[in-house]
């Protein structure tokens, strides 16, 4: 690569581009934008169309999964991501599908803050009256997934994209790289990052950096980890030294290499903060 992609150019894998698999072109597309993002650039950031295409995969998922209902409640119907969607959808030209979206935004416009509140916080999963109104269009969408695929229509307005670049998967990965370091506040984006972070991976970091090891990915949680006799959940990782994970008992943390249930590699008192 002797130039760099413009950042408003949706950029996606050689092998993915090469690939006749419809998913392999999303995918790739997916993951150079969540590479960006753990990059710590921001939304507005990243290349527009890229996004749409990300956010029309995220309601295809979320509805073929869940239905309709689960999209709204998920998302809490934000205004940023259905607006991408909506207009992801209007520039791929899937205007069938575009139409059974409105029919959802018809159905949460009609609807008070108060009902959509309770909604949010309802159970999603048990009875719920709300959430099997909301479901009024699933028919129509999945009558419409077999006779015209939104997957395929994604994959094929992104690789026909006129600013579409395809890198191979090192030029990839030092593309997003580059565009991180780039960021003239990455160091407080980091740290505003890594103080949100969830209590597990604050304290996944503090025991890989007492071990003297380096934190590469936190892979699974195992609910079913049993300590002491008592149930717990297992928190598994990847370091420069390979497969670990982190059991938390409130005052203190352990760390355990690969499947390991003894001899804790670290043990962490009770973290400050």
Same mark, same amino acid.
Request: net charge negative.
């Given at each position: 690569?002797?130039?760099?992609?413009?950042?408003?150019?949706?950029?996606?894998?050689?092998?993915?581009?090469?690939?006749?698999?419809?998913?392999?072109?999303?995918?790739?597309?997916?993951?150079?934008?969540?590479?960006?993002?753990?990059?710590?650039?921001?939304?507005?950031?990243?290349?527009?169309?890229?996004?749409?295409?990300?956010?029309?995969?995220?309601?295809?998922?979320?509805?073929?999964?869940?239905?309709?209902?689960?999209?709204?409640?998920?998302?809490?119907?934000?205004?940023?991501?259905?607006?991408?969607?909506?207009?992801?959808?209007?520039?791929?030209?899937?205007?069938?599908?575009?139409?059974?979206?409105?029919?959802?935004?018809?159905?949460?416009?009609?609807?008070?803050?108060?009902?959509?509140?309770?909604?949010?916080?309802?159970?999603?999963?048990?009875?719920?009256?709300?959430?099997?109104?909301?479901?009024?269009?699933?028919?129509?969408?999945?009558?419409?997934?077999?006779?015209?695929?939104?997957?395929?229509?994604?994959?094929?307005?992104?690789?026909?994209?006129?600013?579409?670049?395809?890198?191979?998967?090192?030029?990839?990965?030092?593309?997003?790289?580059?565009?991180?370091?780039?960021?003239?506040?990455?160091?407080?984006?980091?740290?505003?990052?890594?103080?949100?972070?969830?209590?597990?991976?604050?304290?996944? *970091?503090?025991?890989?950096?007492?071990?003297?090891?380096?934190?590469?990915?936190?892979?699974?949680?195992?609910?079913?980890?049993?300590?002491?006799?008592?149930?717990?959940?297992?928190?598994?990782?990847?370091?420069?030294?390979?497969?670990?994970?982190?059991?938390?008992?409130?005052? *203190?943390?352990?760390?355990?290499?690969?499947?390991?249930?003894?001899?804790?590699?670290?043990?962490?008192?009770?973290?400050?903060?």
């Amino acid at each position: 690569m002797t130039t760099h992609p413009s950042a408003d150019a949706p950029v996606v894998s050689s092998v993915a581009f090469a690939s006749d698999d419809p998913l392999a072109i999303i995918q790739s597309n997916i993951d150079f934008l969540n590479a960006l993002f753990g990059e710590h650039l921001w939304a507005e950031e990243v290349p527009a169309d890229a996004l749409r295409s990300y956010y029309v995969d995220y309601w295809l998922a979320q509805v073929s999964n869940g239905d309709c209902s689960q999209f709204i409640y998920n998302t809490q119907w934000n205004k940023q991501v259905v607006a991408l969607v909506r207009e992801g959808l209007e520039a791929m030209g899937a205007t069938e599908h575009l139409a059974i979206f409105e029919r959802s935004a018809q159905q949460v416009d009609g609807m008070t803050p108060e009902q959509l509140e309770a909604y949010y916080a309802s159970d999603y999963f048990g009875d719920n009256p709300t959430r099997d109104t909301l479901n009024a269009p699933n028919d129509a969408f999945f009558a419409l997934e077999k006779t015209d695929p939104l997957l395929v229509k994604n994959a094929a307005w992104l690789r026909a994209h006129p600013d579409l670049v395809v890198l191979s998967a090192d030029e990839l990965e030092a593309e997003a790289r580059r565009r991180g370091a780039a960021l003239p506040d990455r160091a407080i984006r980091e740290a505003a990052a890594m103080a949100a972070e969830p209590r597990y991976l604050k304290l996944i *970091r503090l025991l890989c950096e007492h071990a003297g090891q380096t934190l590469e990915q936190v892979t699974a949680a195992d609910p079913k980890r049993i300590h002491d006799g008592e149930p717990t959940v297992a928190y598994h990782f990847v370091t420069d030294k390979g497969h670990h994970h982190m059991i938390d008992l409130g005052d *203190r943390a352990l760390m355990f290499h690969g499947d390991s249930t003894t001899d804790p590699v670290f043990q962490l008192g009770e973290p400050e903060g």
